[in-house]
């Protein structure tokens, strides 16, 4: 089989990755990266704005469960690195399999075309027209801030987390009222950074849905250590064993927040040390959703509003993609159904990489996906028909999702062990089988003008 040229889109964990993966297989292929940098969300202050790091960041996941499988973090590490560690580890990843040389920094995809008889023509910023055979969409989808749509107007400061950087950038967050909005680990990590006494703030913390908070640690042991899920056990049975653990955990409502409208493990719970320390001591003032915004005061659920010069929506990510016209492919309500969150049924010659919230650790789960997209583009890999497709996609998102409160941010929730096993064990040698048996799939533009070149100049 004669090889495809592949573009991969972004050089965050998910680029980076795939661009391993196809160095492995010597796929010839191109990273374009709109920055200057690799690292993507984990580059703090990316000059191509899509960094949600803050500077004090702290990975949530410890390091024991967020290295990549073919390259351990350092042991000197700590067990939650701070977000400069996690972009140096990428850095060395990138040294250690020689993956600048495939990547074009500075070089964003414009537009995404699909020619009419397969393959791809990228619209670059800096080198023009380029075609390929393959497409590997690994853009993010943390960077595209979704803001609420509350009634009323409010005359103070809003901004969304994504943009949050210290107590002095983009605002001075010192002696003022300040209201967050949201509860996950970003809404946690800032509520908490500014309700310290010394800012001479007064922080209000506002959750729709409310959510079940769980430490880092279990004694002197990062709690996700002790995170497994098993292929060989009922889901339903594993869940009912954790939310035996509400008592170690805490319920919400004892520090004032409100009930959680679902049950312990139906929705992403937030991981914070500080946070109920927070609200224990006074410092953070939990309030219930937002009904209405009038001038410089908000009004609760509860029948009570307090008056703000700031408020900070720490209310999740859109997944967008810029490149591609919006009725070629789009996710509203942040849905967009992948098979096995990677290939897009009919598409042949287009993946996606990196989009799915995996639980407990997301490095890991990129580099499972890369496995597939290796093996797709040298023929060891041939998805099922489009029909089998869309049934089995169907049944992953009741298996991952099916039990989860109905929100944007679950859309893409999945279970990383369960999800690798699947890969492991069963997907990745059936499409072996099914290449063999019935052909790898085949690339329109392979050996013509679809190969990697600029349009209209010599290859």
């Not at 908490?192 to 908070?213: C, D, F, M, P, Y």
């Not at 995170?227 to 520090?255: A, N």
Request: aromatic share 12%; hydrophobic share 35%.
């Amino acid at each position: 089989m004669t090889k495809p040229t592949v573009a991969v889109i972004g050089a965050g964990i998910s680029g980076l990755t795939s661009s391993k993966m196809l160095s492995d297989y010597d796929v010839e292929h191109t990273v374009f990266e709109a920055s200057d940098r690799i690292g993507g969300n984990w580059a703090f202050e990316n000059p191509n704005g899509h960094s949600s790091a803050y500077r004090s960041l702290h990975i949530d996941t410890s390091k024991h469960q967020l290295s990549f499988k073919d390259f351990p973090m350092p042991e000197e590490y700590p067990d939650f690195p701070h977000h400069t560690e996690v972009k140096e580890y990428l850095e060395s990843y990138c040294d250690a399999f020689s993956l600048k040389d495939n990547i074009e920094f500075q070089n964003r995809v414009l537009h995404a075309q699909r020619l009419p008889g397969g393959g791809w023509e990228l619209d670059t910023e800096k080198t023009g027209k380029r075609r390929f055979d393959l497409l590997v969409v690994a853009n993010g989808h943390h960077w595209d801030p979704r803001y609420p749509d509350f009634p009323g107007t409010f005359d103070g400061i809003e901004m969304h987390a994504h943009h949050y950087v210290d107590i002095k950038t983009p605002h001075d967050f010192t002696g003022k009222r300040i209201l967050v909005v949201g509860l996950g680990n970003s809404a946690a990590d800032i509520a908490v950074e500014l309700s310290s006494k010394s800012l001479q703030n007064k922080l209000t913390l506002s959750t729709r849905s409310g959510a079940w908070i769980v430490p880092k640690y279990y004694g002197s042991t990062p709690a996700d250590k002790f995170y497994r899920t098993s292929p060989h056990i009922p889901l339903k049975w594993q869940r009912k064993v954790l939310q035996m653990m509400i008592p170690m955990v805490g319920r919400p409502e004892d520090f004032g927040l409100p009930t959680p409208n679902h049950k312990f493990f139906e929705a992403h719970p937030t991981q914070s040390l500080e946070l109920p320390l927070r609200l224990g001591s006074g410092d953070v003032i939990p309030k219930p959703n937002i009904t209405r915004l009038d001038g410089d005061t908000v009004h609760f659920e509860d029948g009570t509003s307090g008056e703000f010069d700031i408020i900070i929506y720490a209310t999740g990510y859109n997944i967008t993609f810029p490149f591609f016209d919006e009725d070629f492919i789009s996710a509203p309500g942040n849905v967009i159904d992948l098979y096995k969150r990677i290939i897009y049924p009919g598409i042949d010659d287009l993946l996606f990489h990196g989009f799915a919230q995996a639980t407990p650790t997301l490095f890991p789960f990129v580099e499972s996906q890369a496995r597939l997209i290796g093996a797709y583009a040298v023929g060891n890999y041939r998805p099922p028909s489009v029909e089998d497709m869309h049934r089995v996609i169907k049944e992953d998102m009741e298996l991952y999702t099916g039990h989860m409160l109905d929100r944007p941010r679950h859309t893409q929730q999945l279970d990383y062990f369960l999800y690798e096993h699947n890969m492991r064990t069963k997907e990745l040698p059936e499409g072996l089988k099914r290449a063999r048996e019935q052909g790898p799939v085949t690339w329109a533009g392979v050996g013509d003008a679809t190969t990697d070149k600029k349009v209209g100049a010599s290859a």
